[in-house]
């Protein structure tokens, strides 16, 4: 597979609604960028960015744009006079990843109790009934996947540090490459994404040693969840 389906329906421009206020290569980063992550591009599976510009509307350049993006984000393999790939995802950068992972993300967190803005807090309230009201284990790990990736997304906006939130989504992206890989042999997903709630309620309440404690445990389990399946 190349991560398109091998009859391309070519479409309009995206509307304003769905760009969002967002200029075309930033706009095909975000979608090539979630299809990465959850590897709906497998890694390793050729990247032509002409078929994706016809399938997303847009040109060629604002694609190749996209693409210098993502091999920065490590996301995306350039080798000259082969082309353009999906990364391979390597389970041994676990380890390197949650060491950064465990000093980002409780500052993120401690940052966020801190200086988040009224309007953030209400949507992480939000997020954390969303999380402690819904059947999570009648839900698939990916659609889990997905609130794991929108809980830790909102807690980086909130850090008020637009230098610590590029980095660590950056590392959340490598870690849930890593997550979707080994998806189907993890065991109880909903509980992981469960400890959200108490976390996201630390940084509404302002409780900033609390949220960096929190943090710091739920990503050491997150690498032993995946230790335990591979």
Not at 43 to 61: H, K, M, S, V, Y
Not at 72 to 88: I, K
Not at 173 to 201: F, Q, S
Request: hydrophobic share 45%; with cysteine; charged share 25%.
């Amino acid at each position: 597979m190349n991560g398109l389906s091998e009859t391309i329906t070519e479409r309009a421009a995206p509307d304003a609604d769905e760009l969002a206020g967002r200029s075309y290569a930033e706009y095909a980063t975000a979608v090539l960028r979630d299809r990465l992550i959850v590897l709906h591009i497998p890694p390793g599976a050729p990247i032509n960015d002409e078929r994706i510009g016809r399938e997303l509307g847009i040109g060629r350049t604002p694609v190749r744009e996209a693409l210098k993006r993502l091999e920065a984000e490590h996301l995306v393999a350039v080798y000259p006079r082969r082309g353009t790939f999906a990364a391979p995802v390597d389970i041994t950068d676990l380890a390197s990843v949650t060491e950064m992972r465990a000093q980002l993300e409780p500052l993120a967190a401690s940052r966020g109790a801190r200086f988040a803005t009224p309007g953030q807090r209400q949507a992480m309230s939000d997020l954390a009934e969303a999380l402690e009201a819904m059947d999570r284990t009648d839900m698939s790990g990916l659609d889990l996947m997905r609130y794991d990736l929108d809980v830790h997304r909102s807690i980086y906006a909130a850090n008020g540090n637009p230098h610590l939130q590029e980095d660590l989504i950056k590392y959340d992206n490598l870690a849930t490459r890593i997550w979707c890989l080994v998806l189907d042999r993890l065991p109880d997903v909903g509980a992981h994404v469960g400890e959200h709630v108490d976390l996201l309620r630390a940084i509404v309440a302002g409780r900033a040693e609390d949220a960096a404690n929190l943090a710091h445990d739920h990503v050491i389990g997150f690498e032993q969840l995946i230790r335990s399946v591979i």
